[in-house]
Structure formats: structure tokens, C-alpha cells
T-cell receptor, first 117, second 120 residues
Framework: AQKVTQAQTEISVVEKEDVTLDCVYE???????LFWYKQPPSGELVFLIR??????QNEISGRYSWNFQKSTSSFNFTITASQVVDSAVYFC??????????????FGQGTELSVKP | DTEVTQTPKHLVMGMTNKKSLKCEQH?????MYWYKQKAKKPPELMFV???????INESVPSRFSPECPNSSLLNLHLHALQPEDSALYLC???????????????????FGPGTRLLVL
């Protein structure tokens, strides 16, 4: 069965601190795709990154970085020098293809990040 | 442009009302999705349309009726809802994958801002 676990329900940091959001996944597939989304209080899910399982290079985008480790089935997300605008719920998701039907995302439970000034 | 629009932003309806939620995208995507999200929970997939055909129905009650009039539009018709149906309804779109495709789901889904529905 495919599953995504985000063990941290809530994290609270002070502005300018670094913070890491954990994501652990389970899948029997040898190749797969992982995603991170941000959901601010307004409600819209904002796409952050997509990573395929055969590319283990870490990714950096400004203050955001992602650490993918296939050996531990983890795809962690780090925000460097956090800002109040980073306050949101962050979801990690695993792509699942259902043959002859279509694709779907398996979401983790989400981590609510609160960045205080 | 990665914009998906949804109307209305907020909706209050009684249990006997009929209403519709609308979703639109102009990215040329051929897959569109409806999700339901309760507070403090991840989105739950309801329906998937692929090339304007319903491809996935996650055992959603018949009081929710999806419709895909064309490749840019997706509707969700609501009838005789229950208070527990109150939630944020999110629409998403992605590039399509043809029926019979094996392999891995790799298409990025882009979400709209959602409709906050309250059923009284």
C-alpha cells in the first residue's frame, strides 16, 4: 500500500530560524513521484516541487531546499531563515497511477507551520 | 500561467437547495479533479475527469454530481446535502494521461482557491 507520513502535526518557530518538515513515504514502486504543496490560510494549495525517484540530487530554490533520500524513504523540506509569510500548512504527497483510470495524489496529514515575528 | 479559478468563493445552502460549483482552467490541461477538504485534514479526492470523461469516482454519494462540459470547465452539482458536507471544495487540473497508461503518476496538479461550503 502507498502511504505518506508527516509526523509533525504543528511546528512553531521564531522568524529567521531554520525549520525542517519531515516526510516519510511507503511504496512498492521502483519509480515514483513526490510532491510538496503549501496551503496558506486563504485555502489554495500552492505547488512547490515535484521530484522523481531516480533523481536523488537535492534541490534548492531560494530559501527552500529539499532532501530526498531513497534509502530512508524520506523527502524532507527545509526553510532557511523563515519568515512570517511562510506560515501555512505544508503537504507532502506521493503520485499514484491507477491503470486505465488516471492518477491521484496520496497526501500526508500535513504539517502546520507557524512563524512568529 | 498556472491559474485555476473557482466560483463562488463562499456558499451557504440549505439541505433542500440545489447549487453548483464551477471550476475553469486555460492551461490546456486534460485532467481535472474535485477534492473535498475538512478542517485540519488533507484534501480527499472525489472525482477525476480525464479527456472530458469521468475516470475516477471515489465512492462519492450521489448528492454530488460532477460534470465536465468541455476541457476547460468542471462543475460540481450539489443537491440535498447534509451538514457534514460542509467543507472546502478544491478543484485542480493537470496534463492528462491516456487511458491504459501504466507507469507512474507524474503530472503536477494545480489547484484553485476553493469554495468554502456551509450546509445548514
Amino acid at each position: 500500500a502507498q502511504k505518506v507520513t508527516q509526523a509533525q502535526t504543528e511546528i512553531s518557530v521564531v522568524e529567521k530560524e531554520d525549520v525542517t518538515l519531515d516526510c516519510v513515504y511507503e511504496t512498492r514502486d521502483t519509480t515514483y513521484y513526490l510532491f510538496w504543496y503549501k496551503q496558506p490560510p486563504s485555502g489554495e494549495l500552492v505547488f512547490l516541487i515535484r521530484r522523481n525517484s531516480f533523481d536523488e540530487q537535492n534541490e534548492i530554490s531560494g530559501r527552500y531546499s529539499w532532501n530526498f533520500q531513497k534509502s530512508t524513504s524520506s523527502f524532507n523540506f527545509t526553510i532557511t531563515a523563515s519568515q512570517v509569510v511562510d506560515s501555512a500548512v505544508y503537504f507532502c504527497a506521493l503520485g499514484k497511477m491507477i491503470y486505465n483510470q488516471g492518477g491521484k495524489l496520496i497526501f500526508g496529514q500535513g504539517t502546520e507551520l507557524s512563524v512568529k515575528p | 500561467d498556472t491559474e485555476v479559478t473557482q466560483t463562488p468563493k463562499h456558499l451557504v445552502m440549505g439541505m433542500t437547495n440545489k447549487k453548483s460549483l464551477k471550476c475553469e482552467q486555460h492551461m490546456g490541461h486534460r485532467a481535472m479533479y474535485w477534492y473535498k477538504q475538512k478542517a485540519k485534514k488533507p484534501p480527499e479526492l472525489m472525482f477525476v475527469y480525464s479527456y472530458e470523461k469521468l475516470s475516477i469516482n471515489e465512492s462519492v454519494p450521489s448528492r454530488f454530481s460532477p460534470e465536465c462540459p468541455n476541457s476547460s470547465l468542471l462543475n460540481l452539482h450539489l443537491h440535498a446535502l447534509q451538514p457534514e458536507d460542509s467543507a472546502l471544495y478544491l478543484c485542480a487540473s493537470s496534463q492528462g494521461e491516456r487511458a491504459g497508461t501504466s507507469g507512474r503518476f507524474r503530472k503536477t496538479q494545480y489547484f484553485g482557491p476553493g469554495t468554502r461550503l456551509l450546509v445548514l
